[in-house]
């Protein structure tokens, strides 16, 4: 039972472009939501995360806006650089438990 | 910076055989975490470590069990490796010293990718 959908497992995007990723989740007990970016044969790295008392967060080129009632997260990447091509997983998890649950990850390609 | 280290990369190992995988990290980490990374599932769960002897299984533990005897150090042991067991293995710590618990981020190792034959 997968809690935490990304139902494009890849997405290509023109440099300097917009990069949007999508993540949907179904249990409504989730309250905070992260994004970890991964390259190959690297571990995932932390890239922003959103706490469900707000609807949007930024940092830098990367912002992750959430909607609650539609149980939606996406991650906006502007301008997209060839160095952002890689997994993208996105992740949630909730007050009462220890760990996350990740989405199967969509695969970023930015092309120059 | 916090460093998350895996004793392999790669791993190459025949059905039936007792399989450690071993994660250490620096940072003082209380929680530890080993997940497996399979296409189209993503990261799924299989144990994680409160703190030193304390274990608690996630989502998949079947097949799996773990050792943590010392703080810095969490091991995934394979009993008797099966073939579904091929894939890639990924550790991860955190800390609990911010106070935010469940929000704190999780340090990845580079993950060993295990091939059972």
């Known amino acids: 039972d997968q809690q935490v959908k990304q139902n494009s497992p890849s997405l290509s995007v023109q440099e300097g472009r917009i990069s949007i990723l999508n993540c949907d989740y179904t249990?409504?007990?989730?309250?905070?939501f992260l994004w970890y970016k991964k390259y190959p044969a690297e571990g995932p790295t932390f890239l922003i995360s959103?706490?469900?008392?707000?609807d949007k967060n930024e940092d830098g080129r990367f912002t992750v806006f959430l909607n609650k009632s539609a149980k939606h997260l996406s991650l906006h990447i502007v301008p997209s650089q060839p160095g952002d091509s890689a997994v993208y997983f996105c992740?949630?998890?909730?007050?009462?438990?220890?760990?996350?649950?990740f989405g199967a990850g969509t695969r970023l390609t930015v092309k120059p | 910076d916090v460093k998350v280290t895996q004793s392999s990369r790669y791993l190459v190992k025949r059905t039936g055989e007792k399989v450690f995988l071993e994660c250490v990290q620096d940072?003082?980490?209380?929680?530890m975490f080993w997940y497996r990374q399979d296409p189209g599932l993503g990261l799924r769960l299989i144990y994680f470590?409160?703190?030193?002897?304390?274990?608690e299984k996630g989502d998949i533990p079947e097949g799996y069990s773990v050792s943590r005897e010392k703080k810095e150090r969490f091991s995934l042991i394979l009993e008797s490796a099966s073939t579904n067991q091929t894939s890639m293995y990924l550790c991860?710590?955190?800390?609990?010293?911010?106070?935010?618990?469940?929000?704190?981020?999780?340090?990845f190792g580079p993950g060993t990718r295990l091939l059972v034959l």
């Open positions: 959103i706490s469900s008392i707000k």
């Open positions: 992740a949630a998890s909730w007050y009462n438990n220890n760990d996350m649950r």
């Open positions: 991860a710590s955190r800390t609990l010293a911010g106070g935010q618990g469940y929000q704190e981020t999780q340090y």
């Open positions: 470590s409160y703190d030193v002897k304390m274990k």
């Open positions: 249990n409504s007990m989730f309250d905070y």
């Open positions: 940072m003082d980490h209380e929680n």
